[in-house]
């Protein structure tokens, strides 16, 4: 009987192990994107916004939530999906950028965070402002 116990306690682990890995793979999003980074080159301060897509693919096999998509600054201005992406279906992340009042260079990090990745997902624009404004 002292020689079961443990071999009862080992079968009982390893089926509860199975099963908790069973969970983590059954259901589960998987957000992919086509590039993680923009550079809008050089861009003039007087045009207004400029703005780029970061296109992305559910490559999982559960619906894709995106919580959160949150710029470095107020100058940024990132939109996301609100609603789920199914399995398989794309959707894209647009990001905007305000040129006004900045010169020069310019590196800016939108951080996005889903149900479809451990880790929180960074996409990065660049550029350069050359001011143009009009002379008086």
């Not at 003039?44 to 559910?58: C, L, M, P, R």
């Amino acid at each position: 009987m002292k020689k079961l116990l443990p071999i009862l306690l080992l079968v009982l682990f390893i089926g509860i192990q199975a099963e908790g890995k069973k969970k983590n793979t059954e259901g589960n999003a998987l957000i992919s994107f086509t590039t993680e980074s923009h550079d809008f080159g050089i861009i003039s301060d007087d045009k207004g916004a400029v703005s780029t897509e970061f296109e992305f693919i559910n490559q999982g096999n559960a619906p894709l939530v995106i919580y959160s998509a949150t710029a470095d600054c107020g100058c940024t201005r990132p939109e996301y999906p609100k609603n789920p992406v199914a399995p398989g279906k794309k959707g894209k992340i647009k990001v905007n950028f305000i040129p006004q009042g900045y010169m020069g260079s310019f590196t800016k990090n939108v951080k996005v965070k889903s149900n479809g990745s451990k880790k929180m997902k960074v996409l990065k624009i660049t550029g350069v402002v050359n001011p143009n404004r009009s002379k008086k």
